[in-house]
């Protein structure tokens, strides 16, 4: 077999610079809603206008909003089901973009808070439909044996926008020049050009897909949660998989929403750094380390990835833990780089890791699982993170920062878990 590298075809390349400006666009409204940025936008902006209990479980449910809003992905995925998938795609884009904008019109009060909180978890509910729409657009336009590199470069200028939108968001709470909600309303203008920019992409024989779509009538099950509790029935080994990846996946969502606490509360740290460490730091990260644990994962049963990316993910969170309890700033630096290498390859396992488990025609139906069972914990892991972190507070003014050990321990056990499994994988 050649090792020749195959370049995209012309085609490809003209369908690649169609879009590449449009998601750059939004990325930049993507970034004000990412969970680390708006949970510190959240406590900044609201901190002694709202009860301090109400504000940080406002911090839970925005930092916990982007995994939350993938319980609603099968919706999406049966809605987007014999409909024209860019005029669908705009319109999800522009809603985004709207839901965005919202924020910027909220008071700095109480009803403000509950506006910024709806706004952001209603605008990762639609992310969530675009990233489903999306994914059938990529799969149509671009060939299988280029998509992976088509798709990285997209990825990255993604990444760089959203980091870009989070450091501004930094930027304005620290130096306060102007109110960081403006920007709210300047990423809903990028976001509206983005989604006008897109009305000119085309869906490869879209016509073919329609015609496959509508022809296939009931005979193409659409995911519901029954289906999700008959697969992990009779799927035992998946059924253990996602066990562990809810242990594992729980405590790297307590993790995010406690450190927001702990670095506004314990270690008072600015806007600025705070947004730095969780959020733009880990994002410029990812795309380095990225094409590492794509080597890794290739060639390998994603339990067996799992089993060592997991350490990956607990010694960042260790680093972090580390940083917290010494108050040294240089490790907690250490600790964002590691978090965001190690969230590269989880993020390269969460979107593959199914298919080693479905077989042919199941796939959807597998990632269907996975993305549901997210969603759950990314609506209730958060808010147990800040209820464990206000008990050990009032249990002990300063003491809030050990509940640091949870996120730890849950990451450790789940990585645990997949090396338990090795065995049953022949690894």
Sequence with gaps: MSDRIVRPSALAEGIFRREILSWGLLGLALGLVEGATAAVLVKRHFAGVAPRFVVNLAVALVSGAPAFSNVLSFVWANLAHGRARVRLMVALQTGFALLVGCVSFASRAAAGLVITVASIVSARVLWAGILTVRAAIWTANYPRNVLA???????IVNAI??????????????????????????????????????RAMRVRREFRLLAAEAASGGLSEPFSLGMLRQILKEDPAYREYMLWMGVFGAGSLILTAQLVLVFSEQLRLSSATQIGLLAVVPLITQPIFLPWWARLFDGSHVVRYRSRQGWAIVLASAAMCLGVFSGTRALLWVGAVLLGAAQAGANLGWNLGHNDFASIGRAQHYMGVHVTLTGLRGGVAPPIGVLAYMGLEWWHRGAGEFALLLPLAMTAAGTIGFNRMRGAFGE
């Design 161 to 198: 926008a959203v980091a870009t939108a989070a450091a501004l968001v930094g930027w304005a709470l620290e130096a306060r020049a102007i109110d960081a909600r403006w920007l709210y309303g300047a990423g809903a203008a990028a976001g509206l050009t983005g989604a006008w920019l897109y």
């Design 149 to 155: 590199r088509i798709i990285g470069r997209i990825v």
